[in-house]
């Protein structure tokens, strides 16, 4: 395939991407991620349209293309468009795009997320909508719930997603891979200004385990040049950064060093400055 097509294959790939997760695509989208002339993203459009009936619906309101019933052209791997949407990674038709240098990265349990069900999540997130979702929890099982998505989450290990619980009347996080079902709702009138916890930051201050043989090669692997290195986060992300990075956070460093090589020396002013108990949680 020639350069020309080969670039153009993207547009085409980004116009789908764009309509199955954020539920609508316009010209002005494919303008500012491509730098190309406003008849040229209207080309790009049309052709899509032509390869992809049925998927693309004109709204005359909103002035957009929003997503309809056709059926995708593209292979999408779930894994890579949710990182793109938290804008961490550039959205490519396949990884190996990205492919320059021989590596290896380790590998973690592969987790199912049907692509139709985490599309229609992100949609309503970008559409400000409630949503009815069927939803496993290891306390209570399957359950149906009312949840307003708001953002993506990335523990290190797998996907959740903030919302608002609208019958427990809180912000809560859900495993993306415990969603059985999932139908939008109404337009909600939650967002994550409201959210005290994810609005909240608090500073981590973290020293080498203080049973370490030897501290020094400690502060070497983690860049502590100081008397400790200190990590900024949301206060509702610090139990998912502890168990990630595998700290000791109990009270008198009780953990093995070898195995949690650092210590979280400030826990009560963390918990005094709005960060949950759940989080120091075994």
Not at 74 to 98: K, N, P, W
Not at 110 to 125: D, E, G, N, S
Not at 264 to 280: I, Q
Request: charge should be neutral; include cysteine.
């Amino acid at each position: 395939m020639s350069p020309h097509r080969d670039i153009q294959r993207e547009r085409l790939f980004y116009i789908e991407f764009l309509a199955l997760f954020a539920g609508q695509v316009s010209r002005k989208d494919i303008v500012s991620r491509f730098g190309i002339s406003e008849p040229a993203a209207t080309k790009d459009i049309s052709l899509y349209a032509d390869l992809a009936p049925g998927m693309l619906r004109y709204d005359l309101r909103q002035k957009c293309y929003v997503l309809a019933e056709g059926k995708p052209i593209f292979e999408h791997d779930v894994d890579q468009c949710l990182y793109s949407l938290a804008g961490e990674r550039a959205i490519a038709m396949d990884t190996e795009h990205a492919k320059r240098l021989s590596s290896w990265v380790n590998c973690s349990i592969r987790r199912k997320m049907p692509l139709p069900l985490v599309a229609t999540i992100t949609r309503c997130m970008y559409q400000r909508r409630k949503m009815i979702a069927q939803y496993w929890s290891l306390s209570s099982g399957s359950k149906e719930r009312m949840l307003s998505p708001l953002a993506l989450v990335n523990d290190g290990l797998r996907w959740h997603i903030r919302c608002f619980d609208h019958e427990r009347g809180e912000f809560r996080d859900y495993n993306l891979t415990r969603f059985q079902t999932v139908e939008p709702g109404d337009l909600s009138n939650v967002s994550l200004d409201g959210d005290e916890e994810w609005n909240t930051e608090v500073r981590l201050r973290l020293i080498p385990h203080p049973k370490a043989d030897h501290p020094a090669t400690i502060r070497l692997d983690y860049d502590i040049a100081d008397d400790a290195k200190y990590v900024t986060l949301k206060a509702c992300l610090v139990g998912y950064f502890l168990r990630h990075w595998h700290i000791d956070f109990t009270d008198g460093a009780l953990g093995n060093p070898k195995a949690e090589q650092l210590f979280l020396d400030n826990k009560h002013e963390l918990l005094k400055s709005g960060v949950r108990p759940w989080a120091f949680e075994a």
